[in-house]
């Protein structure tokens, strides 16, 4: 059973960092996509960023472009990502989410989602 386990949540103020955790489990893949998501009140889930473990080249929205960063620590089955310079805009609940990756890619992953999901943080930004 595939289990994606999100953490590092809370509120920050504008123009803080947070980091985001997601502990992934049970998937055997040979090649996978994994990344975030979030979604606003309101509002359709957007995609933030995602790794493809076959090319490890990271994919971002282009509204996080040049602020957030993925990373993964395979040794603990985590991904990572940094939040900097939020912004009240960024509030949501961020989803970790991956999929296996059989030519797919991360942009069209971005754009219409994974196939297994995390069931959310929230991350508040106050301004």
């Known amino acids: 059973e595939v289990q994606l386990v999100e953490s590092g949540g809370g509120l920050v103020q504008a123009g803080g960092s947070l980091r985001l955790s997601c502990a992934a489990s049970?998937?055997?893949?040979?090649?996978?996509?994994i990344g975030w998501f979030r979604q606003a009140p309101g509002k359709e889930r957007e995609g933030v960023s995602c790794i493809s473990s076959s090319d490890g080249i990271p994919y971002y929205g282009d509204s996080v472009k040049g602020r957030f960063t993925i990373s993964s620590d395979n040794a603990k089955n985590t991904v990572y990502l940094q939040m900097n310079s939020l912004k009240p805009e960024d509030t949501a609940v961020y989803y970790c989410?991956?999929?296996?990756?059989?030519?797919?890619?991360?942009?069209?992953?971005?754009?219409?989602?994974?196939?297994?999901w995390g069931k959310g943080t929230l991350v508040t930004v106050s301004s």
């Open positions: 989410a991956v999929a296996g990756d059989y030519g797919v890619g991360c942009p069209r992953f971005l754009n219409y989602g994974m196939e297994y």
């Open positions: 049970g998937f055997t893949f040979d090649d996978y996509a």
